[in-house]
Structure formats: structure tokens, C-alpha cells
């Protein structure tokens, strides 16, 4: 009966040794933060001409509360 479980015991030693060195050390190395290189916008120049776009239509389009001519 020890026989059977000195054997026993080896088997599951071995066994259980060699899983837990599978696959090697770990290592991690840390990486460096990427730099964030905010460009200027292209754009820029579209909102400030559509806004005087705008305006300038207003102007030019003058109001409409001219009091109606009356008929006889």
C-alpha cells in the first residue's frame, strides 16, 4: 500500500510541477505615454463667414413692416 502511494504521489508531484513552469516568467514592460499633438483646425474660417453671411442678408433684405398702401 505505501508503494502504491510513494508512486502515487511522485506522479501527481511531477505532474503538477512541470504546469506550473509552463510557458516562463511573465514579463511586462511599461510603455511610454504617446504625445498628443493637437493640430489647428482648418476649419476656422467657415463659421465667422457664414455668420456675416448671414448678417449681411439680414441688412440687405431690410424689414417688411411697411405699412400697406390703401386702396379707394
Not at 508531484?13 to 514579463?27: D, N, R
Request: proline share 7%; charged share 15%; glycine share 8%.
Amino acid at each position: 500500500m505505501k508503494n502504491l502511494t510513494s508512486r502515487l504521489l511522485a506522479a501527481t508531484l511531477t505532474l503538477s510541477s512541470s504546469a506550473a513552469y509552463a510557458g516562463g516568467p511573465v514579463v511586462v514592460e511599461e510603455e511610454g505615454q504617446p504625445e498628443v499633438v493637437a493640430d489647428s483646425p482648418r476649419s476656422g474660417w467657415i463659421v465667422p463667414v457664414i455668420i456675416g453671411a448671414i448678417v449681411l442678408c439680414a441688412v440687405a433684405c431690410g424689414n417688411d413692416d411697411d405699412t400697406p398702401a390703401v386702396s379707394e
